[in-house]
C-alpha cells in the first residue's frame, strides 16, 4: 500500500522568502502525486498534480513540485511567498489503477511573517 | 453544479444522537470519498464509492458508521450513537474518469461536534 511523508509540521517563512515543502512517498510503481492546499475553515483547494511526463510540474498560484523518482519526493517550492499563502499544504499519493482512494501526509502548516 | 457541495457546514449534536450528513458531487463524477479530518491531523480515509456501489469500505472507524449513495449521485454518512471522538470536519470529494481520473475535487466539509 502506498503512503505519505511530510516531514515539516511547521514552518515558518518571511514574506518575499522562497519556500519549499518537503513530501516522501512509498510506492512500488510510479505513482500519481498531487498537492493540496487548505485554507482555515475551508476545504481542499488543488494547487498541482503529477501523472507522468516532464518531472517538473507547475500549478496555480504560483507554486511548482518536482518528481524524482531516485529520492522518492515530490516537494512543493515558491520562489517567494506572499502572506496569503499561509495554510496547511497537504501531499498526496494515487495509484495508476483508477479512481482509487489517494492517501494523504499529515500535513505541512505553513506561517508567513512580515 | 460546479462543485462539490455538503451539507451541513456545521453540525452540533448531543451525544448519543444520530447525525447524517449529505454529499453532492460535481455533475458527471462517478467517484465519490468520504475523509475525515481531526483536528491537527492529515486527512483519514473513511469510504469509497465507484457509482453507487462502494469497493472500498475499509476506513469506517466503526459499525456506527455507514454510508449510501443512491442515483450514482448524493451520499449520505450516517453517524449512529455518536461520540465525543466522532467530533471533526467531514470532508467529501469527487473524481470522473479518463484523462481527470485520481484527481479529485473537495467540498468545504462538514463540520461536526459532538457535546
Known amino acids: 500500500a502506498q503512503s505519505v511523508t511530510q516531514p515539516d509540521i511547521h514552518i515558518t517563512v518571511s514574506e518575499g522568502a522562497s519556500l519549499e515543502l518537503r513530501c516522501n512517498y512509498s510506492y512500488g510503481a510510479t505513482p500519481y502525486l498531487f498537492w493540496y492546499v487548505q485554507s482555515p475553515g475551508q476545504g481542499l483547494q488543488l494547487l498541482l498534480k503529477y501523472f507522468s511526463g516532464d518531472t517538473l510540474v507547475q500549478g496555480i498560484k504560483g507554486f511548482e513540485a518536482e518528481f524524482k523518482r531516485s529520492q522518492s519526493s515530490f516537494n512543493l517550492r515558491k520562489p517567494s511567498v506572499h502572506w496569503s499563502d499561509a495554510a496547511e499544504y497537504f501531499c498526496?499519493?494515487?495509484?495508476?489503477?483508477?479512481?482509487?482512494?489517494?492517501?494523504f501526509g499529515k500535513g505541512t502548516r505553513l506561517s508567513v511573517i512580515a | 453544479g460546479a462543485g462539490v457541495s455538503q451539507s451541513p457546514s456545521n453540525k452540533v449534536t448531543e451525544k448519543g444522537k444520530d447525525v447524517e450528513l449529505r454529499c453532492d458531487p460535481i455533475s458527471g463524477h462517478t467517484a465519490l470519498y468520504w475523509y475525515r479530518q481531526s483536528l491537527g491531523q492529515g486527512l483519514e480515509f473513511l469510504i469509497y464509492?465507484?457509482?453507487?456501489?462502494?469497493?472500498?469500505k475499509s476506513g469506517l472507524p466503526s459499525d456506527r458508521f455507514s454510508a449510501e449513495r443512491t442515483g450514482g449521485s448524493v451520499s449520505t454518512l450516517t453517524i449512529q450513537r455518536t461520540q465525543q471522538e466522532d467530533s471533526a470536519v467531514y470532508l467529501c470529494a469527487s473524481s470522473s474518469i479518463g484523462a481527470a481520473r485520481n484527481t479529485i475535487y473537495f467540498g468545504e466539509g462538514s463540520w461536526l461536534t459532538v457535546v
Open positions: 498526496a499519493v494515487g495509484t495508476p489503477s483508477g479512481n482509487t482512494p489517494l492517501v
Open positions: 464509492f465507484q457509482g453507487n456501489s462502494a469497493p472500498d
